[in-house]
C-alpha cells in the first residue's frame, strides 16, 4: 500500500471533475491522489512534497495523453446522428454528524470490503504560506506524513502501519489540504489512534526538514526543464496576478522556511473551525462517531461553536488581451490562451461547460482537435479546460507544437474560437455534448469514499445541497440562445491572455506578427 505526500491542485479548483475532462500532464503546486495501493518500497518516494496523485475529486489544468491521430475524426459540428441515451444517476446520501468540539462528518456505509476509509480536510492549504516563504505548507503536509509524530518514529509508524493492513496519504493543495487512512476494518480502532496522532501531533524533526527541503528544490528545478510545467506555472501566475495564488514556492523561498514557521503553520491551520471528515466502510455513523470523537472531539475551537471558517474569496483581473512569451530552448512549443469565466454552480457555468466541450473538452471530436491536429497535423496534443472554483473560474485553449507550426497553430486557434464566439454550432452538437456531459457525471460517484467526500465539500464550500441533483437538469436546460450569450461575453479577443513557450528565436517571429508581445524573464534572482 503506497503512502506519502502527494501533490494536487485541489477539488476546489476543479469543478465537477469528471465532468469537464480529466485533466493531462502537469504535477504542480497543485493537486490533486492515488489509490492507496503500491508496494512498502515505493514509500520513500511518496514521501515528499511535489508527489503527483489522482485524488478523484481534483482536476490537473489539461486533458490526458491525447490518444493516437485516428484516420478520420468528425468535429462534433458535422453529427447528425440521434443522442446518445442519458445514462440513470443515482446520487448518494451520506449520514451527517458532529463531534463534541463542532467537527463535521459525513459517513457512507459500505459493506462490500472490510475496509475504512477516513479522509481529513483542512481549509487552507498553500495560499497560507507567508510572502517570502512559499512552500511552507507543501512542507508541512510533507512532514506530517514523513517525519513521524511526537510519541513514534515514521520508521515506527510504517512499520505498524504495514502490519495492520493500513495507509495515510497526505496531500497538499492550493486551497484545501487532507489526510487520508485506508484500513482494515479489525484494525481501524489502531490505525485512527496513529491517523490521528501524526496530524495533530507532527514532530518536525530539523532532519527530515532538511531532507524534504531538498526534494522541494530539486523539484523546482526540474520544473524549468519541463516545458509543460514551466507554461503551466506562468500562465497560472499571469491568470491569478493580483491574488495570493499567483505565488510559487522557489528555490529561496524553500530555503527560507524554518521549522518555528511550520509549527506556526501547523497551529494556525489544525483547528475545529477548519477540520471537516467524510467517511466510508462497514458498521454505523453511531460506532464511527465513538471512533473519532475521543481522538479529535477535544481538539479546542479558537472561535464560538458556530463559527466556521471559510475559505478566502479570490476575484482574479480580467485579462486584457495580452500576450507573452517565454524563451525556452526546447524543440516543443506550448501555446495556452485563457479568459476569465463565471464560478462554479453560478448560471454561466453550465453553459460554459457545454462550450469548452465543443471548443476542445471532447477530446477526438472536439474542435480543436479536428482541425488542428486531424485535418492539418500541427499539434500532437490539443484541447480546451474549464477550471472552476467557488469564487471564480477559467477557460483556456492550448496546443503542443513544434517550432515551424506555432504561428500557423496560433491563428488557427484564434479563428476557431471566433467561431465559437460567433455562436457558429448546432442544436445536434449542442445535445450529443449535454448527454455526454450527464454521462459522465455518473463517474462522479465512483466509490462511497469519493461520494462521501463529494457530498461533504457541499457544505465547506457554501455550495446548494441539492446542487448535484440539480445538475443533469441544469445542464439539460442551457439553450442555445445562453450558449451564444455567454461565447461572445466570455471569448472576445480583448479580454484574452496567451502564454508561449518557445525557442528564444521564435520570439522574433511572434513579435512581426504580435508587436504588443511581452517578454517573461526567467532568470533566478540574485543570491
Known sequence: MARGVSDKNHRVMSSTAPLIVPFLFITIVVVFLSPLVASASQTQAQHHPYHPTAHPATAEPFPGTTPPLPLFSPPLSSLTRATPQRLAVKIPTAERFTLDNGIVVYFIRDEELPLLHVEATLLDGAQADAEGKEGTARLLWALIRGGGSTSRSIEDIDERLDYLGAAITATPGERLSSLSLTSLVESAPAALEIFADILLNPALPANKMEIFKGIAREEIRRVADNPQSLALRHFSRLMHANTTLHRFPQEHTIKAITREDLLLLHKKLVTPERLFFSASGPGSAAALREQLNPLFGKLKRKKSPRAQVTLPQHSPRRPQGEIYFLAKDSPQCIIIKGWGAPQRA???????????????????????????????????????????????????????????????????????????????????????????????????????????????????LHLPADFYQRYPERLAEVSKREMQRFAREIFPEEHSLTLIVAPREQGEALRLTYPQLRLIDISPPPE
Open 346 to 460: 453560478s448560471a454561466g457555468s453550465y453553459p460554459l461547460e457545454l462550450l469548452n466541450n465543443i471548443l476542445g473538452g471532447e477530446g477526438l471530436i472536439s474542435r480543436l482537435f479536428c482541425e488542428i491536429r486531424t485535418q492539418k497535423g500541427y499539434a500532437y496534443a490539443t484541447g480546451s479546460f474549464y477550471r472552476q472554483s467557488p469564487d471564480f473560474g477559467i477557460l483556456g485553449a492550448y496546443a503542443f507544437v513544434n517550432a515551424e507550426t506555432m504561428l500557423p497553430t496560433l491563428a488557427l486557434l484564434n479563428n476557431i474560437v471566433g467561431t465559437i464566439r460567433q455562436g457558429d454550432f448546432s442544436e445536434a452538437e449542442i445535445a450529443l455534448t449535454k448527454s455526454a456531459l450527464i454521462n459522465r457525471f455518473v463517474f462522479l460517484f465512483a466509490s462511497p469514499a469519493v461520494s462521501a467526500q463529494r457530498l461533504l465539500e457541499l457544505e465547506y
